[in-house]
């Protein structure tokens, strides 16, 4: 069965400083990856998918299939990152797996 | 405007009462899901539903049951035999298989039992 590990529930960092949140994943077949973001009073939303090798909001995403990770990285944090952070999985079908969650606060 | 309805925002149950929180959306994506937050625990499956008439379970699917008659909506009812029900809703649909495959969440329904 597949599942995915936030290990931080919280991580807090000055505003300039560089962010990484940490995924990790188990999944035997070839996945695909996503980070859902959900700002205060919002609803979640899709931030990156690891199959588009995008750049969203200065955030960057690599997938390591060695280590099974997916961390999320931003050289330098803003205030308005603030939020709680999920890391999702696609196995197969249409499902996704999602992480705990990381509740990230910049602060000023 | 094209989206995703919660409906309601806010529900109280009393125990042993079943309710039913509704899910609409006009996007017209064939699938659709219903997931429950819980502080610490993430996301978690409850029912999704990749085609009209036809739903499966998650990973979490005791104590509730759903229906999929239209595309458009995916209704959810937490019964009495749900121990736990005190949580945050969250419904979301898919459009499988396309190039900008995410899901698309509602705002969510705060159940609380009283």
């Known amino acids: 069965a597949q599942r995915v590990t936030q290990p931080e529930k919280l991580l807090s960092v000055f505003k300039g400083a560089p962010v990484e949140l940490k995924c990790n994943y188990s999944y035997s077949g070839s996945p695909e990856l996503f980070w859902y973001v959900q700002y205060s009073r919002q609803r979640l939303q899709l931030l990156l998918r690891h199959i588009s090798r995008e750049s969203i909001k200065g955030f960057t995403a690599d997938l390591n299939k060695g280590e099974t990770s997916f961390h999320l990285k931003k050289p330098f944090a803003q205030e308005e990152d603030s939020a709680m952070y999920y890391c999702?999985?696609?196995?197969?079908?249409?499902?996704?797996?999602f992480g705990e969650g990381t509740q990230l606060t910049v602060n000023p | 405007d094209g989206g995703i309805t919660q409906s309601p925002k806010y529900l109280f149950r009393k125990e042993g009462q079943n309710v039913t929180l509704s899910c609409e959306q006009n996007?017209?994506?064939?699938?659709m899901y219903w997931y429950r937050q819980d502080p610490g625990q993430g996301l978690r499956l409850i029912y999704y539903s990749q085609i009209v008439n036809d739903f499966q379970k998650g990973d979490i699917a005791e104590g509730y049951s759903v229906s999929r008659e239209k595309k458009e909506s995916f209704p959810l009812t937490v019964t009495s035999a749900q121990k736990n029900p005190t949580a945050f809703y969250l419904c979301?649909?898919?459009?499988?298989?396309?190039?900008?495959?995410?899901?698309?969440f509602g705002s969510g329904t705060r159940l609380t039992v009283v």
């Open positions: 979301a649909s898919s459009r499988p298989g396309t190039d900008n495959y995410g899901y698309t």
């Open positions: 999702a999985l696609k196995a197969s079908g249409s499902r996704l797996t």
């Open positions: 996007l017209n994506h064939d699938a």
